[in-house]
């Protein structure tokens, strides 16, 4: 199905979806939020690995509000279209002066480049935006360890580890860029540095019952495993839902862009584990394997990233196991709108209930501007539409 023809048919989760982002744009404007304590979004830097989920918002509502697609906006719908677009351009330039100071910008350089300036490329055709995501993309390819065969994570200094040898499993989300770059350019190395930290990490990260670990470390000088550290997780050993939901989106991935069935057999494991761990719930606890005390702390961000995981899982797999994921994800999704939505409370933010692990607790049960952005983009493929981490490719949806 295409879009357009999906958008025709959307409902209350649709409209409600898009008049809220389209409501906080001009509050938001070309910032960077990250978590919506007490009910408004803080404003990060734009070397904040979160900053391009906002202007990736705005390139979705670009791209399929349904009034647009049905060319029905009025003279004021078109003003607000114009500074959403202003907006999105901002905030790419303002990531572009990150691209100047290497040592500033991580592994993230991924999403914040999927979702800004390679989506106004793919919606635009605008060269200056491809230019500034070729750049990202080097400055990616940049961080990979010849010896591990991983991309490096982390540029702080810890004393846990050494940064210098850490990847972990939200990496996984980040290959696109390179892949896109290879098709892009014709150079095949991205794609090669792709598939290279893709495999290190089906290694080194995923366990055999389909759980993940979140960070591990290696000896930066001679490739070799080190440890594992819990990062997220609860402890050792333990399955941070978030991660978990990395992982299963992330492996189909690049599935999608490489057709290598290697990758499709891991996400279908990893998602048979999340799945498993869900029960019937719509929201997972921050870990599922936290112990007792900590089971109220739930993480809505986990179900919103795994939705649209399943959704784009759905796309490489059989017609009944294609039904059986898209029936689960329309599940997450209505019951994220239903039970944890904003629409009543009159706060910023699309989807509360969000977790970001910290020792002091301080962050829970609050809008994510990540689970923000997967939620609409789930609702956008579950309308018939694509998200914005496949770019470059035709799907067969």
């Not at 979004?41 to 979705?60: S, V």
């Not at 933010?349 to 923000?372: A, S």
Request: aromatic fraction near 10%.
């Amino acid at each position: 199905m295409n879009a357009a023809a999906g958008m025709q048919s959307s409902g209350e989760i649709w409209t409600w979806t898009m008049d809220t982002i389209r409501a906080q744009a001009p509050v938001i404007r070309d910032h960077f939020p990250h978590i919506a304590q007490h009910g408004r979004y803080d404003r990060c830097t734009p070397e904040w690995w979160t900053a391009g989920f906002w202007p990736g918002l705005l390139w979705l509502v670009q791209r399929y509000d349904i009034r647009k697609l049905m060319r029905t906006l009025d003279q004021q719908q078109i003003e607000q279209n114009q500074s959403l677009l202003r907006w999105a351009r901002s905030c790419e330039q303002q990531l572009e002066r990150c691209l100047h100071h290497p040592e500033q910008v991580d592994h993230n350089l991924g999403l914040s480049w999927l979702l800004s300036g390679v989506a106004n490329y793919e919606q635009t055709g605008d060269l200056e935006a491809r230019r500034r995501s070729l750049l990202a993309a080097n400055l990616l390819a940049g961080r990979f360890n010849v010896r591990g065969g991983y991309l490096r994570a982390w540029n702080f200094e810890s004393a846990l580890m050494d940064t210098r040898g850490v990847t972990v499993i939200d990496s996984l989300m980040n290959l696109p860029l390179l892949y896109w770059a290879s098709l892009q350019t014709g150079d095949p190395r991205y794609r090669a540095l792709a598939m290279a930290h893709a495999d290190t990490v089906a290694r080194e990260l995923v366990r055999q019952d389909g759980s993940v670990c979140h960070v591990v470390e290696f000896d930066h000088n001679t490739g070799q495993r080190q440890r594992e550290h819990a990062g997220h997780a609860h402890h050792v050993g333990s399955a941070w839902a978030r991660g978990t939901a990395w992982a299963l989106y992330g492996f189909t991935l690049s599935y999608a862009y490489t057709a290598k069935t290697r990758y499709l057999e891991l996400a279908r494991r990893i998602a048979d584990f999340f799945l498993e761990q869900m029960e019937e719930r719509i929201v997972p606890c921050w870990d599922f394997r936290a112990p007792a005390e900590q089971q109220h702390l739930s993480d809505s961000s986990a179900t919103a990233i795994a939705a649209s995981g399943l959704l784009e899982l759905s796309n490489y797999v059989i017609k009944s196991e294609r039904r059986r994921l898209q029936r689960i994800a329309s599940i997450w999704i209505d019951g994220l709108y239903e039970q944890y939505s904003t629409r009543h409370a009159g706060e910023e933010g699309l989807i509360t209930g969000g977790y970001v692990p910290d020792m002091e607790q301080r962050h829970t049960q609050m809008p994510i501007i990540y689970g923000d952005y997967f939620f609409t983009e789930a609702l956008v493929k579950l309308h018939g539409g694509q998200g914005l981490l496949t770019p470059g490719l035709q799907l067969h949806t």
